[in-house]
């Protein structure tokens, strides 16, 4: 079984704090990916990488980076974190080429008071 | 802009009918259609990939897909409460990124 871990299922933070949200998956997929979800909203990406160090920005790259310095991790930062981005963060991987489903963490619910 | 559509619900069933959902994408080059079934404060779990027009079946769903009406489907026979959750379809085009629609909301009432 594919296995997605999250470093953490919920945070809570203080706005203008420094913030990272790890992910690591098992299987030795390629593309790994960031959304935060939202209601009324949706999934929106965030980030994604499709291999070590290469990173490609996805829909709402705005106040976010990431880190992929090992396959199996990829990692959110929020530089500075503001109540906006108050929301639940998803990770993925897949494999790549072809049509390969994606595989999901089980989120982490941050909070930015 | 590639955009997925949904209903977003809720639709309601009673406990033993056919529950279906309903998708539409914009993007005629997307080759592979998911669906994702999402409990309340849990992340999506997939449940259904497809990628040749016709349908296919799993068990208790069977997901339909008509290239040429850009139209995905998931029927859920003999619902049952668990089945309550949001459905998630998600369209890929090129191996790589998906697109998910809104979601809709299943209940299935007992």
């Known amino acids: 079984d594919v296995k997605v871990t999250q470093s953490s299922r919920y945070l809570v933070k203080r706005t203008g704090e420094k913030v990272f949200l790890e992910c690591v998956q098992d299987?030795?997929?390629?593309?790994m990916f960031w959304y935060r979800q939202d209601p009324g909203l949706g999934l929106r990406l965030i980030y994604f990488s499709y291999d070590v160090k290469m990173k490609e920005k996805g829909d709402i790259p705005e106040g976010y980076s990431v880190s992929r310095e090992k396959k199996e991790r990829f990692s959110l930062i929020l530089e500075s974190a503001s109540t906006n981005q108050t929301s639940m963060y998803l990770c993925?991987?897949?494999?790549?080429?072809?049509?390969?489903?994606?595989?999901f963490g089980p989120g982490t619910r941050l909070t930015v008071l | 802009q590639k955009e997925v559509e949904q209903n977003s619900g809720p639709l309601s069933v009673p406990e033993g009918a056919i529950a279906s959902l309903n998708c539409t994408y914009s993007d005629r080059v997307s080759q592979s259609f998911f669906w994702y079934r999402q409990y309340s404060g849990k992340s999506p779990e997939l449940i259904m990939s497809i990628y040749s027009n016709g349908d296919k079946e799993d068990g208790r769903f069977t997901a339909q897909l008509n290239k040429a009406s850009q139209y995905v489907s998931l029927l859920i026979r003999d619902s049952q409460p668990s089945d309550s959750a949001t459905y998630l379809c998600?369209?890929?085009?090129?191996?790589?990124?998906?697109?998910f629609g809104p979601g809709t909301r299943l209940s299935v009432l007992p």
């Open positions: 998600a369209v890929n085009e090129n191996g790589q990124n998906f697109v």
């Open positions: 993925a991987s897949s494999l790549v080429g072809g049509a390969r489903e994606q595989f």
């Open positions: 299987m030795d997929h390629e593309n």
